[in-house]
């Protein structure tokens, strides 16, 4: 397969989709942006296509909890489809709210250590700053079993967000994800420290062992906080004029990963 099909589906609120689909189309992709409505009324859609993503934005205003109506919808009406099309080796990918949604709808971790319906392994919650935090950051990336980081060792990319704490249920349950390799992408301090919690702001947002990034155990399903798709052109590195950044931006590379997938 020479260019796997993308879905990206959106929601009211949604508003990264248009930015999802052109680094996909970079990356050699063919995205297709669909509104929930349509796959929610014909969920064998999803068949159609090899790489599902959930952008980034706001979905239903955040009502509630950031990404907790959209989860909702998928784990009482698209549980099943989403399933199959895991188990078929395609790839899902959800970027900051996608993130949020596909953590809280059970996709991405339903089989981490001590996870239940009750008790998910994992979650995310309000920045500890207790702001919005909007702000360019440091990334470490461990690709060993996740398909979007392959090949990949650190990022420069945005993140713009009020949940993104990374909180597991107990201790033993984030080591349990550490020990399986499914904590795939951590912040990093803007010093180049080594070792050591990333302080406050090159953390954004508090997270526990400074986790940006998860994947479930086979590597394919991928959520993450920055946002890869905001970065995939050389001026849209905040330093450009000065001469920073590479040709081609640090998020390219998580989706070239994924079409390179399939190819």
Not at 48 to 54: K, Q
Not at 96 to 114: D, M, R, T
């Amino acid at each position: 397969m020479s260019q796997p099909r993308v879905l990206i589906i959106r929601a009211p609120g949604t508003n990264c989709d248009v930015e999802a689909a052109f680094a996909f189309s970079r990356a050699g992709g063919v995205p297709e942006t669909l509104h929930i409505n349509r796959v929610l009324e014909n969920t064998r859609l999803v068949d159609e296509f090899e790489i599902l993503c959930f952008p980034g934005g706001f979905s239903y205003g955040d009502d509630i909890a950031a990404g907790r109506i959209q989860a909702n919808q998928i784990r009482f009406h698209l549980a099943d489809a989403l399933q199959k099309f895991k188990a078929a080796d395609k790839l899902i990918l959800g970027i900051c709210n996608g993130f949020q949604v596909l953590i809280k709808s059970g996709i991405l971790l339903e089989n981490a250590p001590a996870a239940s319906a009750s008790a998910p392994a994992a979650t995310l919650v309000g920045n500890a700053s207790g702001r919005f935090e909007d702000r360019w950051v440091r990334l470490k990336a461990d690709g060993a079993k996740c398909v979007f980081l392959a090949g990949i060792d650190a990022m420069y990319l945005p993140v713009a967000h009020a949940e993104g704490k990374f909180v597991a249920r107990d201790r033993p349950t984030l080591d349990a994800l550490a020990a399986a390799g499914q904590l795939v992408l951590r912040y990093a301090a803007a010093t180049g420290l080594a070792s050591g919690p990333a302080p406050y702001p090159d953390n954004p947002n508090g997270s526990l062992a400074d986790v940006a990034g998860v994947c479930d155990a086979t590597g394919r399903v991928c959520g993450l906080m920055p946002h890869p798709e905001r970065y995939i052109e050389r001026t849209q590195h905040p330093r450009w004029t000065r001469g920073e950044g590479a040709e081609e931006g640090d998020g390219l590379r998580v989706f070239r990963n994924a079409v390179g997938y399939f190819q």
